[in-house]
């Protein structure tokens, strides 16, 4: 046959392959997700997410320093609280003994040099399950936005390195960043969800977290899967008030959304592989149905070449492991 271009002569060789690949990925590009849990001496199994734990403060301190010996330095953070704590205004979320801001003082004493990112939301501490305060059935913007602040400035003074505002109540981003700044701390970024969508791919996290909604659903605050549009106008504003970095949740259901927003900013891109895109994975190769390792490589990649700069996944650890070979 008479080919002029052979585009086949570029894959021949891994060597020639690697000369030419569009696409990296390090560890260092990966942020690590991890429960937090009340006690001593407590790593909890999470049914839904094989691999994944609820860790008590002092195993999430060796938990960390695994990751860092393979090249994982940065952590998000989310604590599962006692029900006995839990209220209708979340007050534990801004409780500076609490859960999450005594550890994150422990992880900062013991490696200060470990990023450290801290989630705000009420979900977690409220007794009906929301990322907002309830009133009549409705979820108040306003009122939320006020212990979101509380939230941050508790965080922050524990040692937070980032907040990452995971609510998606309007305006929230520029009253952290300006409390934050008037209480001396310029230094502590903002990672905003940005274009955090109502998606059924969270249902392990909720397990994890025991935070599922006491009723109704997220649909007034999350964003309609269906639009894509939208999700430029919820990114703009977050970067006009003050975010650091900007996200689109879930990731692989949402590789568009990633790309849009790569294009449109110059502002650093996360997006969050969240526990039902991990579950589906881990489910399917403990079945034998697909090649657990390349089926978690080959999305991470996807979710790199969409245009992500970083990558929050429950892969993180498994995934360096395999990149330092």
């Known amino acids: 046959m008479e080919i002029k271009n052979r585009p086949r002569r570029n894959r021949r060789s891994p060597v020639i392959r690697n000369l030419i690949a569009e696409t990296a990925l390090s560890p260092s590009q990966l942020i690590y997700p991890l429960f937090l849990c009340e006690g001593k001496d407590q790593k909890i199994p999470i049914k839904s997410m094989p691999g994944q734990f609820r860790f008590s403060s002092d195993l999430l301190l060796k938990e960390i ?56 939301a009420l979900d977690p501490y409220s007794s009906d399950g929301h990322d907002g305060i309830v009133r009549e059935g409705k979820i108040l913007n306003d009122e939320t936005v006020e212990v979101l602040v509380k939230m941050a400035l508790t965080q922050a003074q524990a040692g937070a390195d980032m907040v990452a505002p995971s609510d998606m109540m309007d305006g929230r981003i520029g009253e952290i960043r300006k409390a934050l700044d008037q209480e001396g701390f310029t230094e502590t970024g903002i990672l905003a969800y940005s274009a955090k969508y109502a998606s059924s791919f969270y249902g392990p996290f909720r397990d994890a977290l025991e ?57 650093p891109v996360a997006a969050y592989n969240v526990s039902g895109e991990y579950a589906m994975i881990k489910a399917a190769a403990q079945n034998g149905w697909l090649d657990g390792e390349k089926a978690m490589m080959e999305s991470l990649m996807a979710i790199r070449r969409a245009g992500a700069d970083m990558i929050l996944t429950y892969f993180a650890k498994d995934a360096a492991r395999v990149l330092n070979r």
């Open 65 to 120: 320093a695994e990751c860092q010996a393979v090249g994982i330095h940065s952590f998000a953070l989310f604590p599962a609280i006692n029900e006995s704590l839990k209220d209708s205004l979340a007050k534990e979320s801004h409780n500076p003994q609490g859960l999450l801001p005594t550890t994150v003082k422990k992880i900062k004493d013991l490696s200060p040099e470990a990023c450290v990112i801290t989630d705000v």
């Open 211 to 267: 935070s599922a909604p006491k009723f109704g659903d997220k649909k007034t605050y999350q964003m309609d899967p269906r639009n894509a549009r939208e999700a430029l106008l919820e990114t703009e504003l977050d970067i006009q008030e003050g975010a650091d970095i900007v996200m689109v949740k879930p990731a692989l259901a949402y590789l568009d959304v990633i790309q849009l927003l790569k294009q449109n900013f110059s502002t």
